[in-house]
Protein backbone atom coordinates (compact mmCIF):
# COMPACT_ATOMS: atom_id res chain seq x y z
CA UNK A 1 0.00 0.00 0.00
CA UNK A 2 3.03 2.51 0.44
CA UNK A 3 6.03 2.96 -1.68
CA UNK A 4 8.72 1.86 -0.66
CA UNK A 5 11.99 4.06 -1.71
CA UNK A 6 15.97 3.64 -1.43
CA UNK A 7 17.41 6.88 -0.95
CA UNK A 8 19.99 7.81 -3.51
CA UNK A 9 20.03 11.50 -3.70
CA UNK A 10 17.12 11.86 -5.89
CA UNK A 11 14.18 9.48 -5.24
CA UNK A 12 13.57 11.05 -2.10
CA UNK A 13 13.68 14.51 -2.96
CA UNK A 14 10.74 13.94 -5.48
CA UNK A 15 8.89 12.89 -2.24
CA UNK A 16 9.58 16.05 -0.55
CA UNK A 17 8.51 18.37 -3.21
CA UNK A 18 5.33 16.12 -3.40
CA UNK A 19 4.79 16.85 0.22
CA UNK A 20 5.76 20.84 -0.05
CA UNK A 21 3.66 21.01 -3.14
CA UNK A 22 0.20 19.85 -1.12
CA UNK A 23 1.39 22.31 2.13
CA UNK A 24 1.71 25.14 -0.28
CA UNK A 25 -1.90 24.58 -2.11
CA UNK A 26 -4.74 27.27 -1.93
CA UNK A 27 -7.82 27.87 -3.61
CA UNK A 28 -8.13 31.85 -4.83
CA UNK A 29 -11.96 31.79 -5.07
CA UNK A 30 -11.79 30.71 -0.90
CA UNK A 31 -9.37 33.51 -0.50
CA UNK A 32 -11.73 35.90 -2.55
CA UNK A 33 -14.93 34.79 -0.65
CA UNK A 34 -13.52 34.72 2.82
CA UNK A 35 -11.57 38.47 2.40
CA UNK A 36 -15.39 39.69 1.30
CA UNK A 37 -17.02 38.20 4.35
CA UNK A 38 -14.65 39.61 6.27
CA UNK A 39 -14.78 43.11 5.14
CA UNK A 40 -18.71 42.92 5.21
CA UNK A 41 -18.40 41.98 8.99
CA UNK A 42 -16.29 44.60 9.45
CA UNK A 43 -18.80 47.36 8.31
CA UNK A 44 -21.81 45.73 9.15
CA UNK A 45 -20.97 43.91 12.63
CA UNK A 46 -23.94 41.63 13.63
CA UNK A 47 -26.17 41.56 10.96
CA UNK A 48 -23.79 40.17 8.67
CA UNK A 49 -22.64 37.20 10.90
CA UNK A 50 -26.12 36.71 11.23
CA UNK A 51 -26.61 36.78 7.78
CA UNK A 52 -23.69 34.34 6.56
CA UNK A 53 -24.66 32.09 9.29
CA UNK A 54 -27.73 32.43 8.08
CA UNK A 55 -27.11 31.30 4.51
CA UNK A 56 -23.87 28.31 5.49
CA UNK A 57 -25.45 26.76 8.89
CA UNK A 58 -29.18 27.61 8.36
CA UNK A 59 -29.26 29.06 12.26
CA UNK A 60 -28.59 32.62 13.62
CA UNK A 61 -25.62 32.79 16.28
CA UNK A 62 -26.80 32.51 19.69
CA UNK A 63 -24.74 31.57 23.01
CA UNK A 64 -25.14 28.83 25.41
CA UNK A 65 -25.77 28.91 29.05
CA UNK A 66 -23.62 27.62 31.73
CA UNK A 67 -27.28 24.81 32.13
CA UNK A 68 -26.49 23.46 28.99
CA UNK A 69 -22.60 22.96 29.34
CA UNK A 70 -23.90 21.00 32.54
CA UNK A 71 -26.32 18.97 30.62
CA UNK A 72 -24.19 17.93 28.68
CA UNK A 73 -21.05 16.58 31.52
CA UNK A 74 -24.32 14.90 32.74
CA UNK A 75 -25.19 12.72 29.54
CA UNK A 76 -21.69 12.19 28.68
CA UNK A 77 -20.85 8.42 29.55
CA UNK A 78 -18.81 8.10 33.15
CA UNK A 79 -15.66 6.35 30.96
CA UNK A 80 -15.49 9.51 28.69
CA UNK A 81 -15.73 11.87 31.10
CA UNK A 82 -13.00 10.32 33.64
CA UNK A 83 -10.53 10.18 30.77
CA UNK A 84 -10.96 14.01 29.59
CA UNK A 85 -10.53 14.80 33.55
CA UNK A 86 -7.50 12.64 33.66
CA UNK A 87 -6.10 14.95 30.32
CA UNK A 88 -7.13 17.95 31.60
CA UNK A 89 -4.97 17.61 34.74
CA UNK A 90 -1.83 16.05 32.93
CA UNK A 91 -1.92 19.48 30.21
CA UNK A 92 -2.27 21.32 33.57
CA UNK A 93 0.53 20.24 35.10
CA UNK A 94 2.61 20.59 32.21
CA UNK A 95 1.74 23.94 31.32
CA UNK A 96 1.88 24.92 35.13
CA UNK A 97 5.15 23.30 35.02
CA UNK A 98 6.26 25.51 31.58
CA UNK A 99 4.80 28.80 33.11
CA UNK A 100 6.74 31.59 33.28
CA UNK A 101 6.52 34.54 36.11
CA UNK A 102 7.80 37.93 36.01
CA UNK A 103 10.89 39.18 37.62
CA UNK A 104 13.39 42.22 38.47
CA UNK A 105 16.87 42.09 39.29
CA UNK A 106 19.19 45.12 39.66
CA UNK A 107 21.42 46.06 36.15
CA UNK A 108 24.95 46.77 36.01
CA UNK A 109 24.09 50.47 36.04
CA UNK A 110 22.35 50.25 39.05
CA UNK A 111 18.79 50.42 37.98
CA UNK A 112 16.00 47.90 38.38
CA UNK A 113 15.04 46.46 35.26
CA UNK A 114 13.07 43.62 34.39
CA UNK A 115 9.98 42.33 33.08
CA UNK A 116 5.99 42.07 33.88
CA UNK A 117 4.71 38.58 32.69
CA UNK A 118 0.80 38.60 31.96
CA UNK A 119 -1.99 36.39 30.60
CA UNK A 120 -3.76 38.09 26.87
CA UNK A 121 -7.31 39.59 28.45
CA UNK A 122 -9.25 37.46 25.93
CA UNK A 123 -8.69 34.58 23.88
CA UNK A 124 -11.63 32.74 21.45
CA UNK A 125 -11.27 28.89 20.67
CA UNK A 126 -12.26 28.09 17.13
CA UNK A 127 -14.07 24.36 17.60
CA UNK A 128 -15.53 22.15 14.07
CA UNK A 129 -18.90 21.23 14.28
CA UNK A 130 -20.13 18.52 12.43
CA UNK A 131 -18.50 14.97 12.02
CA UNK A 132 -15.24 16.61 13.14
CA UNK A 133 -16.18 16.99 16.77
CA UNK A 134 -12.82 16.70 18.63
CA UNK A 135 -12.79 17.13 22.92
CA UNK A 136 -9.90 16.67 23.28
CA UNK A 137 -8.40 20.31 20.88
CA UNK A 138 -10.86 21.72 23.30
CA UNK A 139 -9.11 20.84 26.73
CA UNK A 140 -5.62 21.74 24.51
CA UNK A 141 -6.89 25.01 23.53
CA UNK A 142 -8.09 26.62 26.54
CA UNK A 143 -5.86 24.63 29.30
CA UNK A 144 -2.75 26.25 28.66
CA UNK A 145 -4.96 29.96 28.32
CA UNK A 146 -6.33 29.02 31.69
CA UNK A 147 -3.12 28.40 32.93
CA UNK A 148 -1.28 31.38 31.34
CA UNK A 149 -4.40 33.78 33.35
CA UNK A 150 -6.19 34.37 30.47
CA UNK A 151 -9.04 36.80 31.56
CA UNK A 152 -12.31 35.31 29.56
CA UNK A 153 -11.99 32.30 26.96
CA UNK A 154 -14.87 32.41 24.17
CA UNK A 155 -15.30 29.14 22.14
CA UNK A 156 -16.72 29.22 19.08
CA UNK A 157 -18.48 26.52 17.46
CA UNK A 158 -20.86 26.45 14.35
CA UNK A 159 -24.33 25.99 15.28
CA UNK A 160 -24.97 22.44 14.09
CA UNK A 161 -28.64 20.76 15.16
CA UNK A 162 -26.72 18.80 17.20
CA UNK A 163 -24.21 20.12 19.13
CA UNK A 164 -21.73 17.20 20.80
CA UNK A 165 -22.36 16.90 24.19
CA UNK A 166 -18.49 15.87 24.36
CA UNK A 167 -17.23 19.03 22.93
CA UNK A 168 -19.66 20.83 25.44
CA UNK A 169 -18.49 18.60 28.32
CA UNK A 170 -14.97 19.17 27.78
CA UNK A 171 -15.75 22.79 27.38
CA UNK A 172 -16.96 22.58 31.14
CA UNK A 173 -13.83 20.81 32.66
CA UNK A 174 -11.35 23.19 30.49
CA UNK A 175 -12.86 26.19 31.98
CA UNK A 176 -14.02 27.48 28.98
CA UNK A 177 -15.99 30.95 29.87
CA UNK A 178 -18.67 31.76 27.25
CA UNK A 179 -19.62 29.05 24.23
CA UNK A 180 -21.54 31.13 21.01
CA UNK A 181 -22.85 28.92 18.58
CA UNK A 182 -21.32 30.27 15.43
CA UNK A 183 -18.92 28.84 12.51
CA UNK A 184 -16.93 29.65 9.58
CA UNK A 185 -15.13 32.83 8.34
CA UNK A 186 -17.84 34.98 9.72
CA UNK A 187 -17.38 33.63 13.20
CA UNK A 188 -13.78 34.09 12.57
CA UNK A 189 -14.90 37.60 11.15
CA UNK A 190 -17.10 38.23 14.22
CA UNK A 191 -13.91 38.02 16.95
CA UNK A 192 -11.65 40.06 15.13
CA UNK A 193 -13.95 43.48 14.64
CA UNK A 194 -16.59 42.15 17.65
CA UNK A 195 -19.96 41.62 16.47
CA UNK A 196 -23.19 42.07 18.63
CA UNK A 197 -22.97 40.09 21.49
CA UNK A 198 -19.53 38.82 20.05
CA UNK A 199 -16.74 40.30 21.42
CA UNK A 200 -12.96 41.22 20.36
CA UNK A 201 -10.81 38.47 21.40
CA UNK A 202 -6.89 39.46 21.38
CA UNK A 203 -6.08 36.18 19.87
CA UNK A 204 -7.89 33.01 18.20
CA UNK A 205 -6.02 29.37 18.20
CA UNK A 206 -7.78 26.04 16.96
CA UNK A 207 -8.46 24.37 13.80
CA UNK A 208 -11.06 24.73 11.14
CA UNK A 209 -11.82 24.17 7.54
CA UNK A 210 -10.38 25.59 4.55
CA UNK A 211 -12.33 28.90 5.07
CA UNK A 212 -11.34 29.76 9.03
CA UNK A 213 -7.72 29.04 8.14
CA UNK A 214 -8.13 31.67 5.41
CA UNK A 215 -9.95 33.84 7.41
CA UNK A 216 -7.02 33.36 10.37
CA UNK A 217 -4.93 34.54 7.95
CA UNK A 218 -6.33 37.72 6.94
CA UNK A 219 -7.51 38.27 10.46
CA UNK A 220 -3.54 38.00 12.03
CA UNK A 221 -2.69 41.50 12.67
CA UNK A 222 -5.55 42.48 14.08
CA UNK A 223 -5.77 39.30 16.42
CA UNK A 224 -2.92 37.15 16.80
CA UNK A 225 -3.13 34.05 15.65
CA UNK A 226 -1.73 30.24 17.20
CA UNK A 227 -1.26 28.78 13.38
CA UNK A 228 -2.32 27.94 10.01
CA UNK A 229 -2.37 24.78 10.37
CA UNK A 230 -1.97 22.14 7.43
CA UNK A 231 -2.86 18.76 6.80
CA UNK A 232 -1.70 16.37 9.12
CA UNK A 233 1.68 14.28 9.54
CA UNK A 234 3.31 11.81 10.84
CA UNK A 235 6.84 10.58 10.59
CA UNK A 236 8.72 6.98 12.07
CA UNK A 237 12.39 6.71 12.59
CA UNK A 238 12.45 2.58 13.01
CA UNK A 239 15.59 0.29 13.03
CA UNK A 240 15.79 -3.18 12.30
CA UNK A 241 14.37 -3.90 16.22
CA UNK A 242 11.60 -1.89 15.50
CA UNK A 243 8.04 -4.02 15.69
CA UNK A 244 6.37 -3.55 12.39
CA UNK A 245 2.85 -4.04 13.62
CA UNK A 246 3.73 -0.79 15.71
CA UNK A 247 5.19 1.12 12.82
CA UNK A 248 1.96 0.34 10.86
CA UNK A 249 -0.63 0.95 13.20
CA UNK A 250 1.06 4.71 13.70
CA UNK A 251 1.59 5.20 10.47
CA UNK A 252 -2.21 4.29 9.89
CA UNK A 253 -3.53 6.45 12.87
CA UNK A 254 -2.17 9.56 10.52
CA UNK A 255 -3.95 8.27 7.61
CA UNK A 256 -7.06 8.63 9.08
CA UNK A 257 -7.12 12.03 9.33
CA UNK A 258 -7.27 12.96 5.76
CA UNK A 259 -6.76 12.45 2.48
CA UNK A 260 -4.15 14.77 2.64
CA UNK A 261 -2.46 13.52 5.62
CA UNK A 262 1.04 12.41 5.72
CA UNK A 263 2.68 9.26 6.94
CA UNK A 264 6.27 8.46 6.16
CA UNK A 265 8.44 5.61 7.24
CA UNK A 266 12.51 6.29 7.35
CA UNK A 267 14.81 3.38 8.11
CA UNK A 268 17.62 1.96 7.60
CA UNK A 269 16.24 -1.77 6.93
CA UNK A 270 14.68 -2.91 4.32
CA UNK A 271 13.09 -5.62 5.57
CA UNK A 272 11.15 -3.64 7.98
CA UNK A 273 10.28 -1.25 5.29
CA UNK A 274 8.74 -4.40 3.29
CA UNK A 275 7.14 -5.68 6.49
CA UNK A 276 5.69 -2.57 7.74
CA UNK A 277 3.80 -2.28 4.38
CA UNK A 278 2.40 -5.88 4.99
CA UNK A 279 1.24 -4.92 8.04
CA UNK A 280 -0.28 -1.46 6.71
CA UNK A 281 -2.09 -3.73 4.31
CA UNK A 282 -3.50 -6.40 7.10
CA UNK A 283 -4.27 -4.07 9.83
CA UNK A 284 -6.46 -1.40 7.24
CA UNK A 285 -8.33 -4.38 6.08
CA UNK A 286 -10.58 -3.64 9.76
CA UNK A 287 -10.13 -0.06 10.06
CA UNK A 288 -13.37 2.11 9.93
CA UNK A 289 -11.81 5.21 7.50
CA UNK A 290 -10.26 2.58 5.09
CA UNK A 291 -10.60 4.25 2.13
CA UNK A 292 -9.10 7.53 3.68
CA UNK A 293 -6.23 5.81 4.53
CA UNK A 294 -5.74 4.18 1.50
CA UNK A 295 -5.45 7.49 -0.23
CA UNK A 296 -3.40 9.55 1.87
CA UNK A 297 -1.33 6.94 1.89
CA UNK A 298 -0.88 6.33 -1.79
CA UNK A 299 -0.54 10.00 -2.26
CA UNK A 300 1.64 11.25 0.36
CA UNK A 301 2.86 8.28 2.22
CA UNK A 302 6.31 6.33 1.92
CA UNK A 303 9.09 4.01 3.31
CA UNK A 304 12.18 5.59 2.87
CA UNK A 305 15.09 3.28 2.88
CA UNK A 306 18.18 5.26 4.00
CA UNK A 307 22.31 4.35 4.33
CA UNK A 308 22.10 4.85 8.13
CA UNK A 309 20.30 6.23 11.27
CA UNK A 310 22.43 9.40 10.34
CA UNK A 311 21.01 10.20 7.12
CA UNK A 312 17.30 9.39 8.76
CA UNK A 313 17.43 12.34 11.05
CA UNK A 314 18.88 14.76 8.25
CA UNK A 315 15.50 13.69 5.94
CA UNK A 316 13.54 14.28 8.77
CA UNK A 317 15.61 17.42 10.32
CA UNK A 318 14.67 18.68 6.94
CA UNK A 319 10.93 17.76 6.49
CA UNK A 320 10.55 19.03 10.25
CA UNK A 321 7.10 16.90 10.54
CA UNK A 322 4.54 17.60 12.84
CA UNK A 323 5.22 14.53 15.09
CA UNK A 324 8.18 12.61 14.65
CA UNK A 325 8.48 9.32 16.41
CA UNK A 326 11.94 7.34 17.09
CA UNK A 327 11.39 4.02 17.37
CA UNK A 328 15.02 2.20 17.75
CA UNK A 329 17.03 0.19 19.76
CA UNK A 330 17.98 3.42 21.29
CA UNK A 331 16.08 6.19 20.53
CA UNK A 332 17.05 8.78 22.94
CA UNK A 333 20.33 8.68 21.51
CA UNK A 334 19.32 10.19 18.76
CA UNK A 335 17.22 12.96 20.17
CA UNK A 336 20.25 15.62 20.28
CA UNK A 337 20.41 15.16 16.74
CA UNK A 338 16.64 16.60 15.98
CA UNK A 339 16.37 20.58 15.24
CA UNK A 340 12.60 20.13 13.35
CA UNK A 341 9.77 18.69 15.26
CA UNK A 342 6.41 19.75 16.46
CA UNK A 343 7.00 17.04 18.96
CA UNK A 344 9.06 13.59 19.50
CA UNK A 345 7.80 10.40 20.52
CA UNK A 346 10.81 8.35 21.64
CA UNK A 347 10.61 4.38 21.87
CA UNK A 348 8.24 1.83 21.39
CA UNK A 349 5.81 2.54 23.73
CA UNK A 350 5.14 6.08 23.09
CA UNK A 351 2.68 6.21 20.27
CA UNK A 352 1.87 9.71 18.77
CA UNK A 353 -1.96 9.09 20.03
CA UNK A 354 -0.32 9.32 23.40
CA UNK A 355 0.17 12.66 22.74
CA UNK A 356 -3.09 13.48 20.88
CA UNK A 357 -5.03 12.70 24.15
CA UNK A 358 -3.47 12.26 27.21
CA UNK A 359 -0.06 13.01 27.66
CA UNK A 360 0.55 16.82 28.48
CA UNK A 361 1.59 18.08 25.70
CA UNK A 362 -0.39 20.21 23.49
CA UNK A 363 -1.26 18.47 20.11
CA UNK A 364 -1.47 21.33 18.24
CA UNK A 365 1.32 21.61 16.76
CA UNK A 366 3.36 23.14 13.39
CA UNK A 367 2.73 21.41 10.52
CA UNK A 368 3.85 21.36 6.79
CA UNK A 369 7.66 22.42 7.41
CA UNK A 370 6.96 25.54 9.64
CA UNK A 371 8.82 23.20 12.77
CA UNK A 372 11.52 24.66 11.79
CA UNK A 373 10.62 28.03 13.05
CA UNK A 374 7.43 27.30 14.88
CA UNK A 375 6.53 26.01 18.07
CA UNK A 376 3.91 24.00 19.36
CA UNK A 377 0.75 25.38 21.83
CA UNK A 378 1.73 26.15 25.28
CA UNK A 379 1.12 28.25 28.38
CA UNK A 380 3.63 30.42 26.30
CA UNK A 381 1.39 31.17 23.58
CA UNK A 382 -1.14 33.30 25.33
CA UNK A 383 1.36 35.38 27.42
CA UNK A 384 2.73 38.54 26.90
CA UNK A 385 5.31 40.47 28.43
CA UNK A 386 6.21 43.99 29.45
CA UNK A 387 9.58 45.45 30.27
CA UNK A 388 10.19 47.47 33.63
CA UNK A 389 12.78 49.83 34.21
CA UNK A 390 13.54 52.09 37.19
CA UNK A 391 16.61 54.22 37.70
CA UNK A 392 17.64 56.91 40.26
CA UNK A 393 19.72 59.92 39.47
CA UNK A 394 22.80 58.13 40.96
CA UNK A 395 22.09 55.08 38.66
CA UNK A 396 21.67 57.45 35.11
CA UNK A 397 24.05 60.11 35.49
CA UNK A 398 27.36 57.93 35.32
CA UNK A 399 25.65 56.59 31.98
CA UNK A 400 23.99 59.94 30.74
CA UNK A 401 27.20 60.99 28.53
CA UNK A 402 26.86 57.70 26.43
CA UNK A 403 23.21 58.05 26.04
CA UNK A 404 23.56 61.45 24.62
CA UNK A 405 26.45 60.19 22.79
CA UNK A 406 24.35 57.37 20.94
CA UNK A 407 20.91 59.74 20.18
CA UNK A 408 23.40 62.45 19.18
CA UNK A 409 24.70 59.73 16.53
CA UNK A 410 21.42 58.70 15.04
CA UNK A 411 20.76 62.75 15.01
CA UNK A 412 17.81 62.59 17.62
CA UNK A 413 18.51 65.88 19.45
CA UNK A 414 15.31 65.24 21.47
CA UNK A 415 16.62 62.27 23.00
CA UNK A 416 19.52 64.18 23.70
CA UNK A 417 18.19 66.34 25.28
CA UNK A 418 15.86 64.35 27.65
CA UNK A 419 19.09 62.91 28.89
CA UNK A 420 20.72 66.57 29.30
CA UNK A 421 17.97 68.51 30.87
CA UNK A 422 17.90 66.23 34.20
CA UNK A 423 21.70 67.24 34.73
CA UNK A 424 21.94 71.13 34.03
CA UNK A 425 22.76 73.61 36.52
Not at 20 to 37: F, H, P, S, T, Y
Not at 346 to 368: F, K, M, N, R, W
Amino acid sequence: MIAIIRADGIAERCQLDAMRARAAEKNADIELAVKAIMENVRAEGMPAVEKYSLQFDHRAPYELSKDRLDEAYAVCPKELTAALEHAARNIRDYNEKLLVRSMEWKSPDGGNVGRIVRGLSRVGIYVPGGTAAYPSSVLMNAIPAKTAGVEEIVMLTPPTENLSDAVLAAAKIAGVDRVIAVGGAQAVAAVTYGAGFIPKVDKLVGPGNAYVAAAKRLAYGTLDIDMVAGPSEVLVIADETADPKFIAADLLSQAEHDKLASAVLLTDSMGLAQEVDGEIIRQSGYLSRSEIMETSLRDFGCAIVCGGLEQCVELANEIAPEHLEIVTKMPRELLPRVKNAGAVFLGAYTPEPLGDYLAGPDHVLPTSGTARFFSPLSVDSFLKSISVLEFDREALEPISREIIALAQAEKLTAHANSIQVRFEG
